[in-house]
């Protein structure tokens, strides 16, 4: 089985920064892609960020330029740096791998709260 355990999250002020790191344990493969997602109160769950296993990055329109996702596959490890962090940036931030093979599999984190607020 796979766990995934977030760290890094709280309360900046907006313009400020963060980063978020995720530890994977269990069967973890390298070919899993890693990513982040954010829920606000009363909203859908939204992709933040994503990278494969061969290195290619997406992003939320929102993030782009103020976010990097950044992965360590000796570790386990998905990061998140955020920066210019802007109060609709608030939110509860979940780690996300998946496993594409043989049928597509989510595995997720616990959440960490993230708050942007003066």
């Known amino acids: 089985q796979v766990q995934l355990v977030e760290s890094g999250g709280g309360l900046v002020q907006p313009g400020g920064s963060l980063r978020l790191s995720c530890a994977a344990s269990?069967?973890?493969?390298?070919?899993?892609?890693m990513g982040w997602y954010r829920q606000a109160p009363g909203k859908q769950r939204e992709l933040v960020a994503r990278i494969t296993s061969g290195g290619s990055t997406n992003y939320a329109d929102s993030v782009k330029g103020r976010f990097t996702i950044s992965r360590d596959n000796a570790k386990n490890t998905v990061a998140l740096q955020m920066n210019s962090l802007k109060p609709e940036d608030t939110a509860v931030y979940y780690c996300n791998f998946r496993r594409s093979l043989p049928i597509p599999v989510d595995y997720w984190g616990q959440g960490t709260q993230v708050t942007v607020s003066s």
């Open positions: 269990g069967n973890i493969f390298n070919s899993y892609a």
